[in-house]
């Protein structure tokens, strides 16, 4: 039941890297099924920051919004916009 928009941080990756997935989408099932393989699919429940948590939690390429509802992360680019830069820091580090 969370709202959720292009550029939300939902979660944290074990690795350093970002993760870009569709929250909304739900999996495809096939017609091959493994023994006890995702079954049911626990998710961890939101974990609700303070501003002052989220100021020691963002990272340079992130904001915070701040709404009278709530308190939240995102990106400051979209996915396209951060591929983009990252081939361009690649191609000019190779130059």
Sequence with gaps: G?????????GESARGSDLDVNACKEKELTNVRAAGKDDKVKLAPPVRMSIEQC???????????ITPKRVSIRKMHDAKERKRRARDAKNAKNR
């Design 2 to 10: 969370e709202l959720v928009y292009p550029g939300m941080v939902i």
């Design 55 to 65: 100021i020691t939690y963002v990272r340079d390429d992130e904001l915070i919004e």
